[in-house]
Each structure stands twice: as structure tokens, then as C-alpha cells.
């Protein structure tokens, strides 16, 4: 039978405090990673995400290097944030993490950072929850590149979620359908230091923290 020691249990005490220390060091990283995403949008006017559907959208899901992996049966799996429109403004970010798998005779990995604009009240509606799936709770749809795509199509028209990826700086309309949403509560525990949902923080309730600074500046500016 293992009988800890003094110095094994001391040990474990330094780790665990040092947990959400670490915890909201990997936040705050996460964050100014979305930042760098935001800011790039745009950069690429001919290639990039629409500015003016960036400007219609309710709220905005940033998920930076999101981890893809297929070997004969791919899944996928991420951390970001969502932001949404509150009087003319943007909330405070709300801790996302994006689950999902799909079934096929393929090999490889990758890391991609994902752009997911909400696109009506609906949408918003189901990222109030604590939990929705893509294509199920919400229709989405790839969304177009270019500087003046406009929503030609009925996939465009409908959708609730509009869906981007980018790869090596270069953007791709990517649908995610099957994709799961959730609330990641470790983000938003070290970002607020207290229990907090993500409808209270995208509903405007909550101040945003300093280390979100550079996140929101970057939505400001669309």
C-alpha cells in the first residue's frame, strides 16, 4: 500500500496551487491568439472574411489553433472565445471549447484557427446555452471569402453560424456541422475569478478582465 511522505504531499500542494496560476497564464496566451486572429481578418481584403458581414454579425466565436486529427476516425477539438454585440458595443469574451469527430479512411493532423460569426438572434440565442450543436441546435454554413461577398445564396441567407478557417495565413469557408459547443469553465473561472456563465458574460453583465484587453480591441475595430 502507498503511504505518501511529507515531501510527496508537499510536492502535491505546490502543483495544485500553482494550478490557476498556470491555468490563467494558458487564458490570457489564448486570448492575445485571438487577438492576432481578429486583427488578421482583413489584412487579406481579396482572400480574407467579408468586412461587411463581420459588421452584421451578433457575435463573433474565435477558436485559435484548433486541433484536428484523423487516423481512420478524425476528431477535433478546441478552445476560444465568443464575443457578442451588447448596445452597440462588444461583451466580454466568454470561454468556448469546440468538440466534434467524423468517421472516415483518413490520416493526418493539423492546427487551424477557426472564425465563426453568428449571424441572427437565433444563432445568439444557442450560444447562450451552455450547449449546442452545429447543424443540429444551429444551421451552419461555409462562409465566403472576399472583399464584397454578399449573401447570394440560400445557404448564406439561412444560416445561423457563418464558418472560417485559416491555415498557414491563408482562409477557407468551413462549415464544422456536427461540432459541439460548450461553456469551458476553467477559462472563465481563471479569466473572472468566480463562477460565471457564458450568458451572463455575453448578455453584457460582466466587466471584461484586463487580459481580454487586446481581444476586444481588435473586435472594435470591426
Known sequence: MFRPTKRFVLALAVVVAALPALVLADTRERLDEAAEVVRDLLRMPDKGIPADLFAKADCVIVVPSLKKAAFGIGGEFGRGFAACRVNDAWSAPA?????????????????????????????????????????????????????????????????????????????????????????????????????????????????????????????AKH
Open 95 to 219: 470561454g468556448i471549447r469546440v468538440e466534434g469527430g467524423s468517421f472516415g479512411f483518413q490520416i493526418g493532423a493539423s492546427a487551424t484557427d477557426v472564425v465563426m460569426l453568428v449571424m441572427s438572434r437565433r444563432g445568439m440565442q444557442k450560444l447562450l446555452s451552455s450547449r449546442f450543436t452545429l447543424g443540429g441546435d444551429a444551421s451552419v454554413a461555409a462562409g465566403p471569402l472576399g472583399r464584397s461577398a454578399e449573401a447570394k445564396t440560400d445557404a448564406l441567407m439561412t444560416a445561423e453560424i457563418l464558418g472560417w478557417s485559416r491555415s498557414r495565413g491563408i482562409y477557407a469557408g468551413v462549415s464544422l456541422e456536427g461540432s459541439t459547443l460548450r461553456e469551458d469553465a476553467d477559462a472563465n473561472d481563471a479569466m473572472y475569478g468566480r463562477k460565471v456563465s457564458n450568458r451572463e458574460v455575453l448578455s453584457g453583465d460582466v466587466k471584461a478582465p484586463e487580459s481580454a484587453a487586446r481581444f476586444l480591441a481588435a473586435l
